[in-house]
């Protein structure tokens, strides 16, 4: 099974501090086995559908040998070898993917505003054209009450992550954000943690299954 | 912020950090607990430093003490102890 891999700068496994051998010379990575045999505790990796969940510095193109089991939003099996590396993943687009995250998030929120009659707020938060006049604008808001103060205490936050660089923490909030805007619909957040997954496969070229468009904002 | 009900919070991951260097952690635990490090900074430097300590630690043993540590840290035991209101 062809899946994909985040792994920490210099093809490390971030949780395990494992050193990949990496493709070289046109020739994939060597594979690599589970040190006890046993699928779960083997070799991770993740669908197309799941990127938005695991993002790390680099990203990789990998191939799983049978039979590959179903983990927690990811894949896993006993062998796994990396294909090559997916190099249009990197800090630029990450930022950029955290920022469209949190205009994704923004205009949910505006939407979300609107049914409950909160137009003055939605409006203060749809008429912010750049980042930093939106980040201003729902700090203000936050000090607010109700869902107003809610939606913008995220929008605030994924911001603020976004402005120190923290990128994958950044896109969490946005996509928690969709929780609260849909009225507490738990099944928002993977609904849009796939839209996010979607967003960035486009970018990097690759052909994600059918699933609904991230967003339809001018922006990055 | 709420957290997805699915994930860990950063007070269960830290409740749960021994038995992931042991690799006791249930493999949906284990998903949890990693997925959680991939959006949580605060928690991988966590992680790292209790990374760094374990292996630093471990290299200690009773013969590499400097003279008069031991007496030292028997000392602050019991002084910690005594404030606690227990056994001297």
Known sequence: ?220 | MIVNPDDLSCKELVELVTDFFEDRLAPSVRARFEMHLSYCASCRVYLAQMRETARLAGRLSEETLPPGSKEDLVRAFRGWKRQRGGEP
């Open chain 1, 1 to 220: 099974m062809i899946a994909y891999k985040f792994l920490s700068a210099g093809a490390t496994g971030p949780f395990t501090g494992f050193r990949w051998p990496v493709p070289a010379l046109g020739r994939p990575g060597a594979w690599v086995e589970a040190a006890d045999g046993r699928p779960d505790h083997g070799i991770h990796a993740c669908r197309l559908e799941e990127l938005a969940f695991w993002q790390d510095n680099e990203l990789w193109r990998a191939e799983l040998a049978d039979p590959v089991a179903e983990g927690h939003r990811q894949v896993v099996s006993a062998r796994g070898r990396l294909l090559e590396r997916v190099s249009a993943w990197n800090e630029d687009l990450a930022r950029r993917f955290g920022e469209a995250c949190t205009w994704r998030a923004r205009d949910r929120s505006v939407a979300a505003l609107l049914v409950p009659g909160f137009s003055e707020e939605s409006a203060l938060l749809a008429g912010s054209r750049s980042l930093s006049e939106l980040h201003a604008t729902a700090k203000e808001l936050s000090s607010r009450t109700g869902l107003p103060a809610a939606l913008a205490a995220y929008l605030a936050e994924a911001i603020d992550f976004l402005l120190t660089g923290d990128s994958p923490c950044s896109t969490y909030i946005s996509a928690r954000a969709a929780v609260v805007a849909s009225g507490g619909k738990e099944s928002e957040f993977a609904a849009e943690r796939q839209g996010q997954a979607r967003w960035l496969a486009e970018r990097l070229g690759l052909d994600f299954p059918g699933a609904h468009e991230l967003g339809g904002h001018a922006r990055p």
